[in-house]
């Protein structure tokens, strides 16, 4: 008999440790330095499945709120998955998940983030989401980068400071589509180093300064070894799109880095712009997303899509439907969609307009919705 239930307190040592035998080699972080929220006491979110006296299978989960302009959107994500050797292949995980889908539906979220990939999320409909244009900022795209910014402006780049916290969560505070964020959680995120950790790869932060104000700041994960073969990556940044730019190029040559990767999300256009002279291609948003409760994510869009045009925003109504479909209903039109579609209308630019028929292709208006990269500060 398994029992699945969330974990008490005094059982996050033994889930740190089936974690860590599971995801981490002897050079890496703990999993509980590197997602202190999946672990957390307080918050109390994360789901076990226990099994002849013991935990056996574990899967995280963290709460956030994700900004769109003016609408505030109750997101999950699980990360951590794991599930002990003697007890693989008996569907436990699955188990835990579908005990995760009742659980965040009674917290009234509206959006699921899963970092992976395949079938045990494909059965719970979880499906890729999203544009990026993954910049591969070289040394030669870099000084280009830096000649195209700096030739009007005067700009000093420095590390992040002990007196920085206050500017930095001015600037993420700016951002029209981001995690919320406080200042406690930004220092706490920037030391977790969530998703740099998995690659072997530290945090820098990088602060620009223009006429003496701080206008915006980038955090990359490096390699710890000067030289090694493994890409860097930008995680996150925020405040002027150029000086972003210039930021991450002065990284490559700050680092000495021989590849520097940013994952540039399709709304974000003046900042793929100023990278404009780095290698790059398409891919979408790091993970999985799955949605929770159809009507209640409209519902929670609502003040961002009325912010879009008024009257479409307004006048929307979505009804959830059994087998995780949609039905969306505009001036007396209705189409009804699968999990996949409806996903794909609120989420990719390339093929939102396919499942749009008549009057409802007024939609393209309001679809699809910005949101933020999975892969930066928040990552689980």
């Not at 998955?81 to 998940?97: E, F, M, N, Q, S």
């Not at 040394?139 to 700096?150: G, H, L, M, T």
């Amino acid at each position: 008999m398994v029992d699945v239930r969330l974990l008490h307190a005094d059982e996050l040592k033994t889930a740190v440790r089936l974690s860590d035998e599971t995801f981490r080699t002897s050079s890496q972080p703990s999993m509980a330095q590197a997602f202190p929220y999946v672990f957390s006491s307080s918050l109390g979110q994360s789901y076990g499945a226990f099994a002849d006296g013991r935990l056996v299978s574990f899967v995280g989960l963290v709460p956030s709120v994700v900004r769109i302009g003016r609408a505030r959107l109750n997101v999950y994500s699980i990360g951590s998955v794991c599930t002990h050797p003697d007890y693989r292949g008996k569907g436990i995980a699955g188990l835990i998940l579908r005990r995760i889908l009742a659980h965040i539906d009674e917290a009234e979220a509206s959006l699921l983030l899963v970092s992976g990939y395949g079938p045990l999320y494909e059965r719970i409909d979880c499906f890729r989401f999203g544009t990026v244009t993954r910049f591969m900022i070289g040394s030669d795209s870099a000084s280009e980068i830096v000649r195209n910014v700096s030739a009007d402006a005067d700009v000093h780049l420095r590390e992040l400071g002990p007196t920085d916290w206050f500017k930095v969560t001015e600037l993420v505070r700016k951002r029209e589509v981001r995690f919320e964020q406080s200042v406690w959680d930004i220092a706490t995120l920037m030391q977790a180093e969530a998703n740099a950790s998995c690659m072997n790869l530290r945090h820098r932060v990088l602060i620009a300064e223009e006429e003496g104000r701080v206008k915006a700041f980038a955090v990359v994960a490096v390699p710890a070894d000067e030289g090694a073969a493994t890409p860097a990556l930008a995680i996150e940044w925020a405040g002027e799109p150029r000086l972003v730019a210039l930021a991450l190029a002065h990284a490559v040559k700050r680092y000495r880095l021989g590849r520097l990767d940013a994952p540039v999300l399709w709304h974000e256009a003046e900042l793929a712009q100023a990278l404009a002279p780095a290698e790059h291609g398409a891919e979408q948003n790091l993970g999985t997303v799955r949605i929770v409760h159809p009507e209640r994510l409209i519902q929670q869009l609502r003040p961002y899509l009325q912010e879009k045009h008024q009257r479409l925003g307004a006048s929307l109504e979505v009804q959830a439907l059994p087998n995780g479909r949609a039905e969306l209903r505009l001036d007396g039109e209705k189409v009804i969609l699968d999990a996949q579609a409806f996903v794909s209308l609120l989420f990719d630019p390339a093929s939102h307009t396919n499942h749009l028929q008549g009057s409802l292709s007024v939609l393209k208006e309001l679809f699809p919705i910005p949101f933020p990269y999975a892969g930066g500060l928040n990552y689980v």
